[in-house]
């Protein structure tokens, strides 16, 4: 190659080495040199939590929100305690009632029909039926429900004879259902109870299987 072409050539490649920054400078005003060198030499560029930035342009993040919605804690509620609760009530779900059961399920004898019985001799008889009381010394079989109403101040006599059937006698009052008890004796056997005016004894006449007449008697000591 001769020295001309030589010449030639280099001062084309010069042309265009000194060409090639006025390109770059017709494309950057100042300004945005001055947000390239700042971007480039210490500013965190928007980095801090993902997609949070405003997109300012201005190289440093926004600082508002960290992805992670709304302040609350998640649970939907507005205590921010992860619980669920709301600002009424604790949820335990207690209501007011307490379950323990009142004893209401009780059935007094005075609901029952009764029989009154009279002081002296009455008969009694005892139907085919299922059994509805058992005492300390009852019987499966069928039994019947009776009541006796002091006249005075006075213990009383109660007594079962005469019975068709193998059976007992028993007072209770003034709870029959659970039944409470107040003594119980086979048929030939007395039971002495003291009484007031008017107090009410309930007597019951059980059978060990079958039914059958009776007779109960109350006498005045």
Known sequence: M???AKFGLSGLILGGALALPGCLFD??????IDFVDEGESGGDGGTGEGNTGDGDGDGDGDPGGDGDGDPGDGDG???GDGDGD???????GDGDGDGDGDGDG???CAELQAEPLVEGDNDVALANVMSSFEASCGAPGPD???SFTAPS???FSFSLSNAEFEGVIYLAGPTCLPLEELDCQPEGQDIVYPMLTDEVVYVIVDSSMDPGAATVTITAL
């Open 86 to 92: 709301d600002e009424t009530g604790d949820g335990d």
């Open 27 to 32: 494309k950057i005003e100042p300004e945005e």
């Open 106 to 108: 009780d059935i007094p």
């Open 153 to 155: 101040d006075a213990s």
């Open 77 to 79: 509620d507005a205590t």
């Open 144 to 146: 019947a429900l009776f």
């Open 2 to 4: 001769t020295n001309s």
